[in-house]
Nanobody, 127 residues
Framework: QVRLVESGGGSVQPGGSLRLSCAAS????????LAWFRQAPGKEREGVAA???????NYAYSVKGRFTISQDSAENTLSLQMNSLKPEDTAMYYC?????????????????????WGQGTQVTVSA
């Protein structure tokens, strides 16, 4: 089993920045796909960004150029640097992991493809 714990959420004004982190523990592996999803009230969960163990990344169009996903294998952490935040970025953000041979080169993958999930961290962007 793998445990994922997110941190770094909070409230910020439009145009501000936040950095989310996700710490993984347990039976992780060197081959993986890791992702951030988010869910706003009344909306379906959507993929935000993903990265695989080859370093390939994939972003939702709505965050491309503003968000950067990264991972540190030595520390078993996944991060999401969010800049130029907008009110529509307000959501609960979840990290997700799949420890199998996978790639994000053609897409972030669907919710069902990720095996492990964190509990989420709230991001609120408002004036």
């Amino acid at each position: 089993q793998v445990r994922l714990v997110e941190s770094g959420g909070g409230s910020v004004q439009p145009g501000g920045s936040l950095r989310l982190s996700c710490a993984a523990s347990g039976h992780t592996a060197s081959t993986f796909c890791l992702a951030w999803f988010r869910q706003a009230p009344g909306k379906e969960r959507e993929g935000v960004a993903a990265i695989d163990s080859d370093g390939k990344t994939n972003y939702a169009y709505s965050v491309k150029g503003r968000f950067t996903i990264s991972q540190d294998s030595a520390e078993n952490t996944l991060s999401l640097q969010m800049n130029s935040l907008k009110p529509e970025d307000t959501a609960m953000y979840y990290c997700a992991a799949l420890y199998e041979l996978c790639t994000v080169s053609s897409g972030m993958g669907t919710e069902s493809e990720y095996t492990f999930w964190g509990q989420g961290t709230q991001v609120t962007v408002s004036a």
